[in-house]
């Protein structure tokens, strides 16, 4: 395939690289999602599991204040080595306390020597509290558990280390708090503003409602990204791969496949095809009496390129009908102010393919290109090859019919080369047939090749159509074919395809003209053609 047109455009870089991004984007984004609803969970285990610790503290610390209460009242004395007892019986104890009036009259740390206030408002629900203890000992949080029966009260107090102890274990990443009042305990003590508020992931509350008591269990910021990349790794690196392998994939498929015909869509867009002119002489006459219109892509870096390379894609692409219309467009537009001084009628020929006879649109293309000259002025030729023939479908055998209406004559091209029949012939209505180049080529060459030249000839002129015979290089052939009877001439002997305007300073220039002179004009020819070719 031509360089030009495997240029991989932008768009070609673009949709792969879209489409190498979707599984990555797409797999990232579920396996996200996927670490988000893990974390969510995690988050929501490790509340409720905090929540149960503390009830089952807090239900043993009830327990040890409802057998209390019942001594609540009776002179400390009596009583201390029962409190005492407590602290030792249960596990999570630290203190306890008896009341009359909210008053403290007996510890189990201090006995009578105690002076303390209870205030139930300062207590969650007159029941629970959360302070800090600074003896004995070193400096620790209790929480208290109040219970009061008329004016007898108990106050437990559950040493927070144990409660720091469970919210560490409980879960080392995620970070648990309980809320009593307007107190938190994190795993590293108390405080006094919402620990949470600088853990914004997984964010989940959870209400005691046995004691109301909150609490809390969140993962700090970044969390789920990191978390993300630390559980999904291999993952995430599988579906990096298959990114940058679907990508590149892409890349090159749309590379083989999407971006010739895409560079082809560009090139039309930018008007890079334009058409090149070879006359067609008279044999009788040796006057340009008309020209065959080839395409050549003028390409902005590759320069001018020849139709073998592109028009197969254009075909498979179906940017051949658009092409022609825009070859048809320029070439009525270079000519027509020159129209009157062609040959009258001038013959001009477009070279149309298999698609061009699927629908009805050449029809209108060929009304455009007519109307741009007077009437009568150009005899408008469609070569179809006979290297593909053309099935005779109703729409294809139609449009023939409208063109014939129009004048538009049909050339049947590389004749010799295909199978077609005569009733083929006849059923698509071919005015002209252009002898393929190779059997002109034999003009010259052993006797069997001329032989096969003959046979051709033979039957092309036996058909009673106008004959053009094409590749003319030679004098020789030139004078062989015009003593067997071809109305037409087409080759290098004659001039090489060229762009308009050299095309019509050739043909005004009289001069140049009557170099290649028609071959009955020329004396020194001994040229005879066999007889069975003879006209
Ligand atoms: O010079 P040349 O290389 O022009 O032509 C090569 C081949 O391309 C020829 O077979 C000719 O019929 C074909 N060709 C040239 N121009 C066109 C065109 O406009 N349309 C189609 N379908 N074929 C073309
Ligand atoms: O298939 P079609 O007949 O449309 O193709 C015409 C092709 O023949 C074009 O590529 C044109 O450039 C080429 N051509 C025209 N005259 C000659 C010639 O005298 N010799 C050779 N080799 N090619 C020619
Ligand atoms: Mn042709």
Not at 361 to 378: Q, S
Not at 485 to 501: E, L, R, S, T, W
């Amino acid at each position: 395939m031509n360089r030009a047109i495997r240029y991989s455009s932008k768009k070609v870089i673009l949709i792969a690289l879209a489409i190498g991004l979707l599984p990555i984007m797409l797999g990232t984004l579920l396996v996200y999602l996927k670490t988000s609803s893990d974390l969510s969970r995690t988050s929501d285990n490790a509340a409720h599991e905090a929540s149960r610790q503390i009830t089952v503290m807090l239900n043993e610390a009830e327990a040890a204040a409802n057998e209390l209460i019942n001594i609540a009242g009776v002179p400390c004395s009596e009583v201390a080595k029962e409190l005492r007892e407590a602290v030792a019986t249960y596990r999570f104890l630290r203190a306890t306390n008896l009341a009359m009036d909210n008053q403290v009259y007996c510890s189990s740390l201090y006995g009578t020597d105690v002076n303390l206030t209870v205030n139930p408002q300062n207590y969650l629900r007159g029941r629970l509290r959360l302070v800090d203890q600074a003896s004995p000992g070193p400096k620790t949080s209790v929480l208290i558990l109040r219970v009061q029966h008329g004016t007898k009260s108990v106050l437990v107090g559950i040493d927070g280390r144990h409660i720091q102890d469970a919210l560490h274990l409980i879960n080392k990443h995620s970070n648990l708090s309980l809320q009593v009042g307007n107190t938190w305990m994190t795993q590293y003590g108390i405080t006094h503003t919402p620990p949470y508020k600088d853990f914004p992931t997984a964010p989940k509350t959870l209400l005691s409602n046995e004691y109301g008591f909150t609490v809390y269990a969140a993962y700090p910021a970044g969390t789920l990204v990191k978390h993300t990349f630390d559980t999904y790794s291999v993952l995430l690196g599988l579906l990096l791969a298959l990114g940058i392998f679907t990508g590149l994939l892409t890349y090159w498929m749309l590379g083989r496949v999407l971006a010739p015909s895409m560079e082809l869509q560009r090139a039309l867009s930018a008007d890079e095809f334009i058409p090149f002119l070879q006359p067609v002489i008279s044999s009788t006459s040796g006057k340009w009496v008309g020209c065959e219109v080839l395409i050549r892509w003028n390409h902005p870096h590759e320069g001018i390129i020849a139709p073998n390379s592109f028009i197969p894609l254009a075909e498979r692409s179906n940017l051949i009908i658009a092409m022609t219309r825009r070859l048809m467009h320029k070439t009525a537009q270079q000519l027509a102010p020159y129209a009157s001084r062609l040959e009258q009628p001038f013959h001009v020929g477009f070279n149309v393919s298999a698609k061009h006879f699927e629908n009805f649109d050449l029809v209108d293309d060929c009304i455009l290109f007519l109307r741009a000259f007077k009437p009568g002025a150009i005899i408008m030729v469609l070569e179809m090859t006979e290297r593909e023939l053309i099935k005779p479908t109703p729409t294809a055998l139609q449009l023939i019919e409208r063109l014939h209406d129009l004048g538009v004559k049909i050339a049947l091209d590389d004749f010799g080369t295909g199978h077609s029949s005569l009733s083929y012939l006849q059923r698509f209505k071919v005015d002209f047939i252009k002898i393929d180049q190779s059997f002109i080529s034999m003009i010259g060459a052993d006797a069997l090749s001329v032989h096969i030249l003959d046979s051709i000839l033979d039957l092309a002129l036996k058909l009673d159509l106008q004959v053009l015979a094409e590749g003319i290089e030679t004098e020789e052939q030139r004078d062989y074919l015009g003593a067997c009877g071809v109305d037409f001439m087409q080759g290098y002997f004659y001039a090489k395809p060229m762009p308009i305007d050299d095309f019509l300073s050739t043909l005004l220039d009289k001069t140049s003209l009557s170099k290649k002179t028609a071959w009955v004009d020329n004396p020194g020819s001994t040229a005879t053609c066999p007889a069975s070719a003879q006209p």
